[in-house]
């Protein structure tokens, strides 16, 4: 299947480019663009895109409250924040409205395309220098956002395995830490994704940040 892509970015050479490079791949196409919040809304509106990669900073309506308007249906396309910022505030602004992964601009083109499928599969992304720092952020946050009885309907086993995906910990690794399948570790994650009624992989981070699971001694 070709993935559908939005470009929202208030630089039209920054637009450009994307384009450029997404047109190459013979899987992902760019059915639109828009250089403003108000604008990426519309857009999204009209030409249902599969995936959009939203700037933060633009005139107006920013990226953090037009990815908020785009997720806030249950058939709202999956978000790519990218930003030449990479501020704590935007980072976990951007994850709360809903944004599945949070990118750099000075990633390699490649790993941008990369990043765009990894989310348009299902999965969130986070580029592993912002992983450190919200691990950080989180750290330093006096109590948990989301009460622990958030958690009252997991298993113990699930509780470790959110751990470990707040801790950025891949399916592959999850088994290797809990000596069990990589499938059987996946069948967790999905348990998890359904019982928190968490969107993707990004939002059971936060959860497990937020709960104090993750950040935090416990």
Do not use: H, W
Request: aromatic share 4%; hydrophobic share 45%.
């Amino acid at each position: 299947m070709t993935v559908r892509v939005a470009l929202v970015d208030d630089q039209p050479l920054v637009r450009t480019a994307l384009q450029m490079v997404i047109t190459e791949a013979p899987d992902l196409e760019v059915v639109g663009q828009a250089g403003t919040g108000e604008e990426a809304v519309r857009l999204v509106a009209t030409v249902r895109p599969d995936l959009v990669v939203m700037d933060i900073r633009m005139p107006g309506m920013d990226g953090i409250e037009a990815t908020r308007r785009i997720t806030e249906g249950d058939d709202g396309p999956q978000v790519i924040v990218l930003t030449t910022f990479d501020d704590d505030d935007y980072v976990y602004g951007a994850l709360r409205a809903g944004a599945s992964g949070f990118l750099v601009k000075d990633m390699a083109l490649d790993d941008i395309l990369a990043a765009i499928r990894v989310v348009a599969a299902g999965d969130g992304l986070i580029a592993p220098a912002v992983t450190r720092r919200l691990i950080k952020e989180f750290a330093l946050r006096p109590a948990a956002a989301t009460p622990a009885r958030a958690l009252d309907g997991i298993t113990d086993r699930e509780r470790e395995v959110l751990t470990l995906v707040g801790s950025g910990l891949s399916n592959t690794e999850i088994a290797t830490e809990l000596s069990i399948s990589v499938a059987t570790a996946k069948t967790y994650v999905t348990r998890l994704l359904a019982k928190l009624d968490a969107r993707d992989r990004v939002q059971l981070v936060i959860t497990a940040y937020e709960t104090g699971l993750v950040g935090r001694p416990r």
